[in-house]
């Protein structure tokens, strides 16, 4: 594990270009960072307006990062290396998650429904509605997309799902419930690294795990 600052209520989490990137919520305490992957150190660090709850973030590409807010209708594009805003978005949903897909992105807005959004316009191209043996599973919430899987984590547990992209089933799911840290928030972060390794933390969580053999 690495340190994680326990004042980030965490909303998004990634790992690009060998630094740890996250995104914090709250209205008058909303970020975009860059970390250190191995310290868990903030090298850099974006306040977006005080009339913004961000919530969940991805990469467009190296230079593009694409982050959600939760109800204030906008996505802001935004370059990660000088920490300013390009763009504004038009969300026509709750932000919650999102991530990139490749073809394209994926963005969740707490209910059930996954929606795949077009990565040039941000307009929606298709949706799926997420099942466990048939039951909708609501409060999706961070996304991940990797080997073809959207991985998800879903508000208020300690579940990490993973999705078929294709018809929304959840193939598996983890419980992260025995090593959820005493003094922090709900479990929601999750980044993957190199072979496979998850990046997961939570809101206001004091460490970083970094979980293999998934
Ligand atoms: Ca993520």
């Not at 690009?16 to 970390?35: A, D, H, N, P």
């Not at 795949?116 to 316009?121: E, I, K, L, S, T």
């Amino acid at each position: 594990m690495i340190p994680h600052d326990p004042g980030a209520f965490t909303q998004g989490l990634e790992i690009r270009c060998g630094y740890l990137w996250e995104s914090t919520g709250i209205y008058g305490q909303s970020t975009f960072r860059k970390t250190d992957l191995q310290t868990g150190e903030v090298l850099d660090l974006l306040r977006l307006p005080d009339s913004v709850f961000a919530e969940g973030f991805t990469f467009l590409d190296d230079s593009t990062v694409c982050l959600l807010s939760w109800r204030e209708n906008t996505a802001f594009v935004l370059n990660p290396w000088t920490m300013e805003i390009e763009e504004e978005l038009y969300l026509n949903t709750e932000g919650w998650g999102i991530c990139n897909a490749g073809e394209y992105l994926v963005q969740s807005d707490g209910t059930a429904i996954l929606r795949f959004r077009d990565p040039v316009n941000f307009s929606i191209c298709d949706s799926i509605s997420v099942t466990l043996n048939g039951q909708p599973q609501f409060y999706l919430n961070e996304l991940e997309y990797l080997d073809g899987q959207i991985i998800a984590n879903q508000w208020g547990t300690s579940r990490i799902l993973f999705i078929n992209p294709e018809n929304g089933h959840v193939e598996r799911f983890i419980n992260l419930g025995s090593v959820v840290p005493a003094s922090g928030g709900v479990l929601n972060g999750i980044a993957s690294g190199e072979d496979g390794i998850l990046y997961c933390t939570g809101k206001n969580w004091p460490v970083t795990l970094i979980l293999d053999n998934l």
